[in-house]
Nanobody, 122 residues
Framework: QVQLVESGGGLVQAGGSLRLSCAAS????????MGWFRQAPGKEREFVAA????????WYADSVKGRFTISRDNAKNTVYLQMNNLKPEDTAVYYC???????????????WGQGTQVTVSS
């Protein structure tokens, strides 16, 4: 029903920037909250940021607040994560999700992208 395709990951030096994109398709997308989780090796999947369909509400993890910005373009069915001042501890696989309501902890009911690797070197 909903498919998510992520792009924009890569290797960057500490202090650099990347912008992740997640393109969504499906008849229920227009009302979905979307966001990002990340997962480092040996760690549980961690909430990063989320945004409602209208963009009226945004959520950020404390670890990324002030450095990351989430946005969306509903005309393109795409959500973005602008990541500035990247740190080595940001290294992880970043996963996009879509759900009827905001998700801060995975419930098993969300739609997920395949993940995109972000690696930050010191």
């Amino acid at each position: 029903q909903v498919q998510l395709v992520e792009s924009g990951g890569g290797l960057v030096q500490a202090g650099g920037s990347l912008r992740l994109s997640c393109a969504a398709s499906g008849r229920t997308f227009s009302s979905y909250t979307m966001g990002w989780f990340r997962q480092a090796p040996g760690k549980e999947r961690e909430f990063v940021a989320a945004i409602t369909w209208s963009g009226s509400s945004l959520w950020y993890a404390d670890s990324v607040k002030g450095r990351f910005t989430i946005s969306r373009d509903n005309a393109k069915n795409t959500v973005y994560l602008q990541m500035n001042n990247l740190k080595p501890e940001d290294t992880a696989v970043y996963y996009c999700y879509a759900a009827p309501r905001v998700v801060l902890v995975p419930t098993g009911l969300e739609h997920w992208g395949q993940g995109t690797q972000v690696t930050v070197s010191s």
